[in-house]
């Protein structure tokens, strides 16, 4: 139980934002098993480039309006059928998303690849895969020791890439692998540290 003199710690990014505060507590290195929930992650994580995590959690909603809950069956049968320069424009023009025609082609390329991969394995046998079936728990007291991309991150993008996906490196790959808990970076600090050891 926390009280007001022993207040709970978390991850230095985390404390910036209340929006961020709550994904970090509620969401963030949890693990994901489910197939679309994995979908979501991987093309808000690609969204990322470049840019923050607040600002792509901020246009969370916008995207799961944009594509359909990222519900992937939905996704394959309403959205993917469509011409693709003529949704890539209407999803810039009509949802708030971040208005980079590239990614949102490349989103649209990556959930047609990542439907096609469902089709012969779960989306999460396939990810993990590239952690042998088993999490990374690292043991991080400083934001500093945390790497922004690592050997596994590397092969999954170089793998991927060469699957065709786009707007997928090292360090989006990484990110990923530690938002869909794939790897426990939680400081040793946080309060969410144990939960996902």
Request: net charge negative.
């Given at each position: 139980?926390?009280?007001?003199?022993?207040?709970?710690?978390?991850?230095?990014?985390?404390?910036?934002?209340?929006?961020?505060?709550?994904?970090?507590?509620?969401?963030?290195?949890?693990?994901?098993?489910?197939?679309?929930?994995?979908?979501?992650?991987?093309?808000?994580?690609?969204?990322q480039?470049?840019l923050?995590w607040?600002?792509?959690?901020?246009?969370?909603?916008?995207?799961?309006?944009?594509?359909?809950?990222?519900?992937?069956?939905?996704i394959?049968n309403?959205?993917?059928?469509?011409?693709?320069?003529?949704?890539?424009?209407?999803?810039?023009?009509?949802?708030?998303v971040?208005k980079?025609?590239g990614?949102?082609?490349?989103?649209?390329n990556?959930?047609?690849?990542?439907?096609?991969v469902?089709?012969?394995?779960?989306?999460?046998?396939?990810?993990?895969?590239?952690?042998?079936n088993?999490?990374?728990?690292?043991?991080?007291?400083?934001?500093?020791?945390?790497?922004?991309?690592?050997?596994?991150?590397?092969?999954?993008?170089k793998?991927?890439?060469?699957?065709?996906?786009?707007?997928?490196?090292?360090?989006t790959?990484?990110?990923?692998?530690?938002?869909?808990?794939?790897?426990?970076?939680?400081l040793?600090?946080?309060?969410?540290?144990s939960?996902?050891?």
């Amino acid at each position: 139980m926390t009280t007001e003199s022993t207040p709970m710690i978390s991850c230095d990014w985390a404390t910036a934002d209340p929006l961020l505060q709550h994904y970090h507590d509620t969401e963030w290195g949890n693990t994901i098993r489910d197939d679309n929930a994995l979908a979501e992650c991987f093309i808000l994580e690609s969204m990322q480039s470049g840019l923050s995590w607040l600002t792509v959690l901020r246009k969370r909603p916008a995207y799961r309006a944009a594509f359909l809950d990222f519900d992937l069956e939905k996704i394959e049968n309403e959205l993917l059928p469509q011409p693709r320069e003529w949704l890539v424009e209407h999803i810039c023009q009509q949802f708030d998303v971040i208005k980079h025609k590239g990614k949102i082609a490349a989103a649209l390329n990556n959930l047609e690849l990542l439907i096609a991969v469902r089709k012969h394995t779960p989306l999460v046998d396939f990810f993990w895969l590239f952690v042998d079936n088993k999490a990374v728990v690292n043991q991080w007291q400083t934001m500093a020791e945390v790497p922004s991309q690592t050997e596994q991150s590397a092969h999954m993008s170089k793998v991927l890439k060469k699957q065709g996906f786009k707007f997928i490196g090292a360090v989006t790959c990484y990110s990923f692998m530690q938002a869909v808990g794939m790897v426990n970076d939680h400081l040793t600090t946080c309060h969410c540290y144990s939960n996902n050891s």
